[in-house]
């Protein structure tokens, strides 16, 4: 029995001793190669400032040089403000560092305040600061030395206009560049040419400057005979036309000769025989130089031209002096002329002009399309609103921040009951209206439960049902992720609609409703559009890649 209870003692032993070993053995990794918590420190400058003045707020923290640091970012200090936030120092020991970030914070509304605990995230692993009560107090005013005026209203600034002055100087100076154009090559009174100058002569001198430049002509030197007599006969002809009136153009030889005879024997012309004579030979002889080629002597030709200029002068000394009458018909025969030849030149000046406006126009529809060119001609809201002066903005709380063709205004929708008593503050600004031709809106919700969970599908939901109540109908619903330019992720919910209007006219509609939101809050951009308006699109498209939300209230 004694053996068999020594026996029991040994065996007991040697399992304790066996348990222990293992137990060494599990924990000595552990021993060898645990690292060293992380540390976090907070500490404030003061908990005491006045309103506007700034706290500073220093996080320290000390970790292994390996370890990846998070750093709160943004407005994570609500109720009061981050103004900045600077990295101060960086200090290495062996494989530790320390790592301090400082903030300065603010508050412009008296009261009591708490600083909620900051997250600082090490290898996403989360720690938390302290929370630390500030007190803001008010600024003593003298109200006896200074006088206090109420809060004037916001007033509404009109657009503007410097761009559309600039536009239409340009629009003028072309104006005026064209129109000199116009008037310089066009409508202006030119220097007469040496040929403008002989049409305006009378008859009579301009047949004898006509006869003098045939003298000194090359024709008979280049045997050009036929083209001689057909300018010598045409010059006596139609001086006959202009001076004496009467068809000569067009007359044979023998009927010209008769008309001149029934002109002498009516006693509206002297001219004896012998001119007569003379002045026939002369025609028959270029009828055969024109039409039998015949090439008469050079001396002959040479002599033909001064008995036509003799012929020309008695013709004009043979005729009547003119009366009054037929001085006024000259003279209104001249200024009829005048008149004709300046409406010819307006004629052309606007043919021109129209020209340069048809060819522009074509080759700008051709380049730009008819839809941009007839946009930019008489004007398009959404064209005015993409290239007019955007405005970059914060607005509500938590901020959204995005980029805008106009200011949003801040609007006050009317809550129902039950809604007022979760919501703590519904901060809300729109540009446009949902059943115009452009809209976009922003809110910013937070609640009085502060670890009150977003619910998207239920804001979404009354958004939609918003839509359908303005006329909204048949509409397609997609959602995806969207991430702003800082990483935030949300969910983005488009789709399209048909709008019908009071009047009974419809239109397709698009839509994107971009939902954010955290612990105690909720933020919505809600921006609805024309389909098939480029502009728009592009709109849209700029105010989603400028969106960007603080997701910390």
Do not use: C
């Not at 970030?101 to 090490?122: C, V």
């Not at 301009?206 to 002509?217: D, F």
């Amino acid at each position: 029995m004694r053996k068999n209870g020594q026996h029991k003692t040994i065996s007991i032993k040697r399992v304790q001793s066996i348990l222990g070993t293992l137990l060494l053995l599990m924990l000595l990794p552990t021993v060898g190669f645990s690292q060293t918590e992380p540390k976090v420190d907070a500490e404030v400058d003061t908990l005491t400032i006045k309103i506007g003045e700034q706290i500073k707020y220093k996080i320290t923290v000390e970790a292994d040089s390996t370890d990846v640091v998070f750093f709160p970012e943004g407005q994570t200090f609500s109720p009061l403000e981050t103004v900045e936030a600077i990295m101060a120092d960086t200090l290495k020991n062996d494989d530790k560092v320390i790592l301090q970030k400082i903030y300065s914070l603010t508050q412009f509304d008296s009261g009591a305040y708490t600083i909620p605990p900051q997250r600082i995230a090490i290898n996403e692993q989360p720690f938390f600061t302290d929370s630390f009560q500030v007190k803001v107090a008010d600024v003593a005013v003298d109200t006896t030395k200074q006088k206090m005026y109420d809060i004037k209203p916001l007033i509404e600034v009109e657009r503007s206009t410097a761009d559309m002055w600039i536009t239409a100087l340009l629009i003028l100076l072309g104006l005026i560049v064209i129109g000199g154009l116009v008037y310089w090559f066009f409508l202006r009174k030119k220097p007469l040419t040496e040929e403008e100058k002989v049409a305006l002569l009378p008859p009579y001198d301009r047949a004898l400057i006509e006869l003098k430049k045939l003298e000194n002509s090359k024709y008979l030197i280049q045997d050009e005979y036929k083209q001689y007599y057909s300018e010598l006969t045409d010059i006596v002809r139609s001086y006959l036309e202009e001076d004496v009136h009467v068809s000569a153009m067009e007359s044979t030889t023998s009927e010209l000769i008769t008309k001149l005879e029934m002109l002498r024997d009516a006693g509206e012309l002297k001219l004896d025989d012998d001119t007569l004579h003379q002045f026939q030979k002369i025609l028959q002889t270029a009828d055969l130089v024109k039409f039998a080629k015949n090439k008469p002597a050079t001396s002959i030709a040479e002599q033909d031209r001064k008995l036509v200029e003799e012929i020309v002068t008695k013709t004009h000394e043979g005729l009547p002096e003119p009366t009054e009458e037929d001085l006024l018909l000259d003279e209104e025969y001249l200024e009829e002329l005048a008149k004709k030849k300046q409406r010819k030149r307006i004629y052309w000046a606007a043919a021109i002009f129209a020209g340069i406006i048809v060819i522009g126009t074509i080759s700008s529809v051709a380049y730009f399309g008819a839809k941009k060119v007839r946009d930019t001609v008489f004007g398009y809201p959404t064209k005015d609103l993409l290239e007019g002066e955007w405005v970059a903005s914060s607005y509500g709380f938590p901020p959204i921040q995005l980029e805008t063709p106009d200011v949003l205004l801040r609007q006050e929708p009317e809550l129902p009951k039950e809604t007022k008593d979760l919501i703590k503050e519904l901060q809300a600004f729109s540009y446009g209206s949902y059943v115009g031709i452009f809209s976009i809106s922003t809110s910013s919700i937070t609640f009085k439960e502060q670890e009150k969970e977003p619910q998207f599908d239920a804001v979404i939901g009354s958004t939609l049902t918003n839509f359908e109540q303005l006329g909204l109908k048949n509409i397609i619903t997609k959602q995806e992720e969207f991430v702003t330019q800082s990483g935030v992720k949300g969910v983005k919910t488009f789709g399209t609609g048909t709008l019908e209007r009071p009047n009974g006219d419809s239109k397709k509609a698009k839509y994107n409703i971009l939902s954010f939101g955290g612990k105690g809050f909720i933020q919505q951009v809600v921006i609805t559009w024309e389909e098939g308006d480029e502009y728009a699109e592009q709109i849209v498209d700029r105010i989603l890649n400028s969106l960007d939300v603080k997701t910390q209230a």
